[in-house]
Nanobody, 124 residues
Framework: QVQLVESGGGLVQAGGSLRLSCVAS????????LGWFRQAPGKERDFVAA????????YYADSVKGRFTISRDNAKNTVYLQMTSLKPEDTAVYFC?????????????????WGQGTQVTVSS
């Protein structure tokens, strides 16, 4: 079992930056592919970024490509999402997710573990 706890959300002006962190409990962190998703009010949960177990490959939604960077530190059981050039449309609750045994996925249904979410609000 893996438990995920996000932090780092907040209020930022358009054009600003934030770094989200997600710390995982458990000894199997390095065998879990990780992803970030986000959900705006009244909308579905959307894929943002994903990273493979060893961090050798990363994937991004087109809407954040070139602005967001996902990374992980397996020694610290932590995955990060560095967000730059933030836009008001990035406003959402951001969720960290983990997937056992298999590679990364952009589909929320493929993930086994979820954090509670952290709010990111970008003002114009």
């Amino acid at each position: 079992q893996v438990q995920l706890v996000e932090s780092g959300g907040g209020l930022v002006q358009a054009g600003g930056s934030l770094r989200l962190s997600c710390v995982a409990s458990g000894r199997t962190f390095s065998s879990v592919a990780l992803g970030w998703f986000r959900q705006a009010p009244g909308k579905e949960r959307d894929f943002v970024a994903a990273i493979t177990m060893r961090g050798s490959n990363t994937y991004y939604a087109d809407s954040v490509k070139g602005r967001f960077t996902i990374s992980r530190d397996n020694a610290k059981n932590t995955v990060y999402l560095q967000m730059t050039s933030l836009k008001p449309e990035d406003t959402a609750v951001y969720f960290c997710a983990g997937r056992r045994f298999y590679g990364s996925s952009s589909m929320s249904r493929d993930y086994d573990y979820w954090g509670q979410g952290t709010q990111v609000t970008v003002s114009s």
